[in-house]
T-cell receptor, first 109, second 110 residues
Framework: GEDVEQSLFLSVREGDSSVINCTYT??????LYWYKQEPGAGLQLLTY?????DMKQDQRLTVLLNKKDKHLSLRIADTQTGDSAIYFC?????????FGTGTRLQVFP | NAGVTQTPKFRVLKTGQSMTLLCAQD?????MYWYRQDPGMGLRLIHY???????AKGEVPDGYNVSRLKKQNFLLGLESAAPSQTSVYFC?????????FGPGTRLTVT
């Protein structure tokens, strides 16, 4: 079946860029998503990208999609302490999302 | 506009007890979902509904039942709780590309 994989942890210094990576197996996905989960809260959609796009930029966030390698990344520029959270990659149609295990981003001063 | 709300926020059950988790959304969304989140495993879909009166099984449906009698509500039932059902449960609703999540219910089964 479909699978989505992420590394578990990432630690960066405040002000640096963060890059969170994700690989997926379902090449038929139309949309790929990044969700953010802050402590004690539900998931919140950060951004998404259509499968026919290579890149999407939204303020400090840049999403890169390599369809050939089935690799998705999220770059956060000028990372702040408020960006500390768990980031989930997800793929699939809206009613059948497959989530990765999440990457815990820790930002230190 | 409260979005997606879940009741209760916390619950401790003994093995064999039953309970119902309530999810409510005020966004008039057709689709609603129940997930469980366990450490190191991401979110796994338990059941979902594509409209009032309909339900469907997700990835991990065993031990759970659901009902969608009203469009705005989606109930998740545990008939006989087991320690393996200790988890954080999230409800979500969706339209188009985005799922909106509730704040979660932390359930412990002892």
């Amino acid at each position: 079946g479909e699978d989505v994989e992420q590394s578990l942890f990432l630690s960066v210094r405040e002000g640096d860029s963060s890059v969170i990576n994700c690989t997926y197996t379902d090449s038929s996905s139309t949309y790929l998503y990044w969700y953010k989960q802050e402590p004690g809260a539900g998931l919140q959609l950060l951004t998404y990208i259509f499968s026919n796009m290579d890149m999407k930029q939204d303020q400090r966030l840049t999403v890169l999609l390599n369809k050939k390698d089935k690799h998705l990344s999220l770059r956060i520029a000028d990372t702040q302490t408020g960006d500390s959270a768990i980031y989930f990659c997800a793929e699939g149609p809206t009613d059948k999302l497959i989530f990765g295990t999440g990457t815990r981003l820790q930002v230190f001063p | 506009n409260a979005g997606v709300t879940q009741t209760p926020k916390f619950r401790v059950l003994k093995t064999g007890q039953s309970m119902t988790l309530l999810c409510a959304q005020d966004m008039n969304h057709e689709y609603m979902y129940w997930y469980r989140q366990d450490p190191g495993m991401g979110l796994r879909l338990i059941h979902y509904s594509v409209g009032e009166g309909t339900t469907a099984k997700g990835e991990v449906p065993d031990g759970y039942n659901v009902s969608r009698l009203k469009k705005q509500n989606f109930l998740l039932g545990l008939e006989s709780a087991a320690p393996s059902q200790t988890s954080v449960y999230f409800c979500a609703s969706s339209r188009q590309y985005e799922q909106y999540f509730g704040p979660g219910t932390r359930l412990t089964v002892t």
